[in-house]
């Protein structure tokens, strides 16, 4: 790239641990058909691990990579902002493949309005979500990093990511922002990233779901956009398991014959669970995913518990940034 010209387009990505990804992500980048000279890829390496920061040693000056130590996933793409160089800001995750025409239809469609909005494209995979699936398809808001453009002036008068969400809502939470300084978010269906599927492990999916942690937070940011109403099937979930295995664990300490109720219930879900994961299992036939079978194990065992965990991830985000924070928010990050 030369250094007398100033990319229009940077393209921002934060990886950790996913060495082996990376190589897929270039090649789409490498494949875009968008004058090279007129963008940037920026990695930010939040504490990887793994040979990471080798892969991107070895690339030279294609890619401009800075290395941090672990902060989440808003404090690693407020870092790519303040390395960006170009006046528009394209996001991107490290295991998905943009199509061909990704940055000229972001600069298109950016154009035609003047730079004055924020881009959301369609995301999507081959195969549906399921237990041992993960799976992304998007082709409306909330907002979602992993395929969203906007321009860096936008982006900076609202404040950035709020580096108080490590992980979950943080990319939701600017799109809101942003709307709010009056910067509007389109969905452009041109705008396409293909997210392969892969495969999802217990931990992986415990992982997922830690994010609802900050639900209170963001309701109280957000107290109109139902954060509440959209989450209550969980409350639903939470409410039926403590029933069915509250009433039965309560009255065992005054009636024994209790408890048998209760292990009653918890070999039925053990029973039903292990059939629904045994289903989902079948269907990764021909799709060149593979279930380890600890996780087969765990799913069928352990997925009883999974409301009482969202239930655990609510109230520690409720005692956290409720009753300990007051009123108080983190501070907003500087892009200077």
Not at 244 to 251: K, S
Not at 255 to 280: Q, T, Y
Request: charged letters at 25%; proline letters at 5%.
């Amino acid at each position: 790239m030369s250094a007398a010209v100033e990319p229009r387009i940077s393209v921002l990505v934060i990886t950790r641990n996913r060495a082996h990804l990376l190589p897929r992500l270039m090649q789409a980048l490498w494949r875009q058909d968008f004058p090279r000279d007129r963008f940037e890829v920026v990695v930010i390496d939040d504490g990887s691990s793994d040979s990471t920061r080798e892969y991107l040693a070895g690339l030279g000056d294609a890619v401009r990579w800075f290395s941090q130590s672990p902060g989440g996933v808003a404090k690693a793409r407020n870092a790519s902002v303040r390395q960006a160089r170009g006046s528009i800001l394209a996001f991107t995750d490290d295991d998905c493949v943009p199509q061909p025409d990704w940055l000229r239809t972001i600069d298109r469609e950016m154009a035609a309005r003047q730079s004055n909005a924020a881009l959301l494209g369609r995301t999507y995979s081959e195969l549906p979500a399921s237990t041992f699936v993960h799976s992304v398809f998007k082709d409306s808001e909330p907002v979602v990093t992993c395929n969203f453009a906007v321009t860096k002036d936008a982006f900076q008068r609202a404040g950035g990511f709020d580096e108080h969400f490590t992980w979950y809502f943080e990319d939701e939470d600017l799109g809101l922002r942003l709307k709010q300084n009056g910067c509007p978010v389109h969905y452009v269906p041109g705008m396409v990233v293909f997210h392969p599927s892969r495969y999802q492990g217990f931990r992986q999916y415990l992982r997922q779901r830690s994010g609802l942690q900050f639900c209170f937070y963001m309701n109280r940011k957000h107290p109109r956009e139902g954060v509440w109403t959209r989450n209550r099937h969980l409350f639903a979930q939470m409410k039926r398991k403590a029933i069915l295995f509250g009433i039965p664990f309560v009255t065992g300490f005054i009636w024994r014959p209790a408890f048998a109720a209760l292990l009653a219930v918890l070999a039925l879900h053990v029973a039903l669970d292990g059939w629904r994961v045994w289903k989902n299992y079948a269907k990764l036939e021909g799709t060149g995913l593979r279930a380890r079978p600890v996780d087969l194990l765990l799913f069928a065992s352990l997925n009883w518990t999974i409301p009482f965990v969202d239930g655990f991830q609510m109230a520690r985000g409720w005692i956290r940034d409720g009753l300990l924070a007051g009123r108080k928010q983190t501070d907003r990050p500087t892009f200077a």
